[in-house]
T-cell receptor
Framework: NAGVTQTPKFRVLKTGQSMTLLCAQD?????MYWYRQDPGMGLRLIHY???????AKGEVPDGYNVSRLKKQNFLLGLESAAPSQTSVYFCASSSRQFANTEAFFGQGTRLTVV | SQQGEEDPQALSIQEGENATMNCSYKTSINNLQWYRQNSGRGLVHLILIRSNEREKHSGRLRVTLDTSKKSSSLLITASRAADTASYFCATAVGGTASKLTFGTGTRLQVTL
């Protein structure tokens, strides 16, 4: 059981380039999330999805787009990367609302924008 | 802004000692969760305590919740070097329980 898998694990981008981060979960979870983690800031929610075909903005959505075309996949896109988007990105999933359950996290994607 | 704030930011203890980390939050919650993050890895769920619970145990972990003070504590007893990690509290807030809000974390170092 792989759980939550993120691709790629590391990436270096030049300012202005675009890329897509892929998150895949094999637990049939309804909810999926993208967080970014910066030193001293903890984890901040970028976007999330409460089911296939749905997305919603989190705390820091600017500069990112997401899609949830399939239940098991949640994609995070950067259309024009900026140095401020240098961070570690984590995907997570949960079976239902957090009122009753925990999140399962991927191993992270370390992105550097130069 | 962060919903949860952990205290202390960093903690260094010797193996066998107990480690206590605190978390304060700002608004009413459905539940509060604690996660561990080993260096360079993803977060792993440790324990969930609901707003109507005051204390919960899981192995060497003990979590308390005081909703009147909007605070929680995580106690790790008889710590081991393998407990070295960052620990985060996270809250699920009523009305927005479809997402978790994380604190800034406590870095725990357990030395031999």
């Amino acid at each position: 059981n792989a759980g939550v898998t993120q691709t790629p694990k590391f990436r270096v981008l030049k300012t202005g380039q675009s890329m897509t981060l892929l998150c895949a979960q094999d637990m049939n979870h309804e909810y999926m999330y993208w967080y970014r983690q910066d030193p001293g800031m903890g984890l901040r929610l970028i976007h999330y999805s409460v089911g296939e075909g749905t997305t919603a903005k989190g705390e820091v959505p600017d500069g990112y787009n997401v899609s949830r075309l399939k239940k098991q996949n949640f994609l995070l896109g950067l259309e024009s990367a900026a140095p401020s988007q240098t961070s570690v990105y984590f995907c997570a999933s949960s079976s239902r609302q957090f009122a009753n359950t925990e999140a399962f996290f991927g191993q992270g994607t370390r992105l550097t924008v130069v | 802004s962060q919903q949860g704030e952990e205290d202390p930011q960093a903690l260094s203890i010797q193996e066998g000692e107990n480690a206590t980390m605190n978390c304060s939050y700002k608004t009413s919650i459905n539940n509060l969760q604690w996660y561990r993050q080993n260096s360079g890895r993803g977060l792993v769920h440790l324990i969930l305590i609901r707003s109507n619970e005051r204390e919960k145990h899981s192995g060497r972990l003990r979590v308390t919740l005081d909703t009147s003070k909007k605070s929680s504590s995580l106690l790790i007893t008889a710590s081991r070097a393998a407990d070295t990690a960052s620990y985060f509290c996270a809250t699920a807030v009523g009305g927005t329980a479809s997402k978790l809000t994380f604190g800034t974390g406590t870095r725990l170092q357990v030395t031999l």
